[in-house]
């Protein structure tokens, strides 16, 4: 039952999920490889699966999940000088992209329980009860901890930058504030 499940998504999505990886890793070997560990997991836990309707979701959520962690290994391993050169490889990155990278730095300095609880609810898609199982917490403890979270990384954006926006909602612009002691000076700031 398994094994013909699996084979039956593999041609039903494996098309779609390499794409999908590609966007996100931007290298089709490895799009190619992350697509593999996608579907050995969904050939273990196949039987578990509790809503079969909802399959699609699942598999793109096991798909995020793999790259967001395969980008934030890589991104520990990185040498910082290489990573510069990289930066300045790139002529023009996204306003979007240098707040994302801004940000992801701002909530890697924030004191764990509340990095942990933002990072698996907001970057990895996990359910807050999920969450709450895997740190021991209540339900109401983890959604918390994630509102607190957010709401110290909109002040450290508000008071580092100021981000213009489209109407859809995508980030057009950022203006940095000159920081007003060093302190609360930031990266792009300094």
């Not at 794409?19 to 039987?47: G, P, S, T």
């Not at 979701?57 to 990573?83: K, S």
């Not at 990895?124 to 509102?147: F, I």
Request: aromatic share 6%.
């Amino acid at each position: 039952m398994t094994t013909t499940g699996t084979a039956d998504l593999w041609r039903r999505f494996a098309p779609e999920l390499r794409r999908f990886l590609h966007r996100k890793v931007r290298d089709a070997a490895l799009a190619d490889d992350l697509l593999q560990e996608v579907f050995m997991r969904v050939h273990v836990h196949l039987a578990r699966l509790r809503a079969p309707e909802r399959v699609a979701p699942w598999l793109y959520r096991i798909a995020r999940n793999l790259a967001v962690d395969h980008l934030r290994r890589r991104a520990v391993q990185a040498d910082p000088v290489a990573e510069t050169v990289v930066w300045l490889e790139d002529p023009e990155p996204s306003p979007e992209a240098v707040l994302a990278a801004w940000m992801m730095e701002q909530v890697s300095r924030f004191p764990a329980p509340y990095r942990d609880a933002l990072m698996r609810v907001d970057a990895h898609g996990q359910r807050t009860v999920d969450v709450a199982r895997v740190l021991g917490l209540s339900t109401p403890g983890v959604k918390s901890r994630v509102q607190r979270a957010r709401r110290r990384l909109a002040l450290a954006t508000d008071r580092c930058c100021a981000v213009q926006r489209d109407r859809n909602g995508r980030v057009i612009d950022i203006q940095w504030r000159q920081p007003l002691a060093p302190e609360r000076c930031c990266e792009p700031c300094s």
